[in-house]
């Protein structure tokens, strides 16, 4: 009998680890070993109440696919100042989205809903991800940035 999955059963099926300094849970899907294929990766990531997808930038397009749990807020800023607020879920007739795009060179940070328990989903980056590719954001550096978003980064910042 196969019990009620739970972020820490996850965890161990998928073998994730923790992703930092960003947050939340990853397992390579594409490339699993060796080298990176230039043309695109894709891992799981899983994010929980404790673990959130602190504000970061990609040099690459990403794509998220929400595959199952409970549903995610994630905010974009753009380099103009610009901020975007998304649902990734499964209600799609709810008006949360089962996949987003965040473009090369945009701000990015996910977390749960309030109350949520997980949320597993594929991230695909495109060219593939690289340590190089990834700025992580930093709270008074992003202020600096973009005026007016405390709340908001304060919501999305680690650290």
Not at 20 to 37: A, C, D, N, V
Not at 98 to 111: E, K, L
Not at 119 to 134: I, S
């Amino acid at each position: 009998m196969v019990g009620k999955l739970t972020a820490e059963r996850l965890i161990t099926l998928l073998e994730l680890k923790p992703l930092l300094p960003e947050g939340g849970f990853y397992g390579k899907i594409y490339p699993h070993g060796g080298s990176i294929h230039r043309g695109v990766s894709a891992i799981y990531y899983l994010i929980t109440p404790d673990s959130f997808s602190s504000f970061h930038q990609l040099t690459s397009d990403e794509v998220w696919h929400f595959l199952q749990g409970d549903a995610l807020e994630q905010v974009q800023i753009y380099p103009d100042g610009s901020v975007r607020k998304y649902r990734l879920g499964s209600d799609i007739h709810g008006g949360e989205s089962s996949v987003t795009i965040v473009p090369a060179d945009v701000w990015q940070g996910t977390r749960l809903v309030p109350g949520g328990e997980y949320a597993l989903c594929g991230c695909t980056v495109n060219p593939a991800y690289t340590d190089k590719c990834y700025t992580h954001g930093v709270y008074d550096q992003l202020l600096e940035l973009f005026p007016g978003t405390e709340e908001l980064l304060a919501q999305y910042c680690r650290g």
